[in-house]
């Protein structure tokens, strides 16, 4: 598998740059799609998470280059204005699809027909032309972007986010495999799109080796990370001071959803490996849980409480709701080491933004996490998701303490490379490259 996605790798080092005269142009104003969950939305919570801070960056960052975006997502609670100025230049509209409340993200396919209809209404209100592109997020939003940009004549570039086949061929244990439909859907959307954003080298792979996309139509752009929010600020023992956490003690993190495909369970069952083999540590680790109960995990929302109790570590677990970006980032510096034992990540923007503010991460080898994480520099990587071998990484933090520091200097270092001003200037060049091979497309069948 590493043979393949290095040598499908240098297919796609970024995204296209066209060089013909006179002919490649920004767009002035995108419609964004996301239809399932809003940009509004707290992340950490419900379908909330690293593509809603995805969505909001980039806009943000989009419309700083001249690029204004409209976001379209489903309006999930009453009350709600139409539209709402998430920050100059980006306008959020929300669209009546269904019942504003206990519609689950499997249930929103049918809800599909709705929701473009509300974007053809806006899209009415215009003059011929106002959108230049279409960009979709997740493969809900894809279906209604391929029918708008078939309507309106425009490109449209897709981000997957995550797939369905990659993640049913990592399923954790007891998880549920992502449904058939989805399957099909995604297939379709690589055919009609234009572009496909890849979060990176190996998700690009992915894309022509379970859905036979043209590697011609892929670009890799590395999600960014917000380094003014993000950052070591004041330090390790000030964010401790603030939340109410020992100083001397050693805290490793888990930030996100709680759902089997983020694996919490995994962090849960190492702590308690190490207690076992050392039970002197009770009164020096400290376990925070920050983020609330999402996907397949909303069944079981107490599973992760049961669990400690269960495995007799709940005098060291703290469970905390999803915070905010600010607060997030106070989690982040305060914390000895972030774990993310995920069974799959397309990227793990959690975990360069704990990288950000300065701390070491120890993650699965899945996904785009070994692009986000520098093994045994920021660091460690861990094949599998074995309790034990997660206890083996966090044993060495405890038995070198300077790692803590001398990992995270490097992890602060390693993270300015992702600032979102880049995504966003990458992301735009794609945006060039789709509408000048549209209009290329257009005019050869005009002509023809």
Known sequence: MSQYVSRIASTFVGPPRLRIPGQARRPRRIAMLSVHTSPLHQPGTGDAGGMNVYIVELAKRLAAIDIEVEIFTRASSGGLAPT????????????????????????????????????????????????????????LSGHVGWLASERWGVPLVHAMHTMAKVKNAALAEGDTPEPAARVIGETQIVRAADRLIANTAEEAADLVRFYDADPATAAVVHPGVNLECFCPADGRAAARARLGLPQDAFIPLFAGRIQPLKAPDVLLRAVAVLL???????????????????????????????????????????????????QLADWFRAASVLVMPSYSESFGLVAIEAQAAGTPVVAAAVGGLPVAVRDDETGFLVPGHEPAAYADALRRFIDHPELVDTMGGA?????????????????????TAAMTEHRRQRSHTHHG
């Open 84 to 139: 709402v100025e998430l920050a100059p230049g980006v306008l959020v509209r929300h669209v009546d699809a269904g019942p504003y409340e206990g519609l689950a993200k499997e249930e929103l396919p049918a809800q599909l027909c709705a929701f473009t209809h509300g974007v053809m209404q806006a899209w009415a209100g215009h003059r011929p032309g106002y959108y230049d592109l279409v960009h979709s997020h997740y493969w």
């Open 411 to 431: 992890a602060t270092r390693h993270a300015q490379s992702f600032g979102w001003e880049t995504a966003a200037g990458a992301t735009a060049e794609v945006y």
């Open 276 to 326: 076992e083999q050392t039970p002197s540590l009770r009164t020096k680790v400290v376990v925070p849980v920050v983020g609330g109960p999402s996907g397949t995990g909303l069944a079981k929302p107490e599973v992760l409480q049961k669990l400690a109790a269960r495995l007799g570590i709940s005098d060291v677990v703290r469970f905390r709701p999803p915070v905010g970006q600010a």
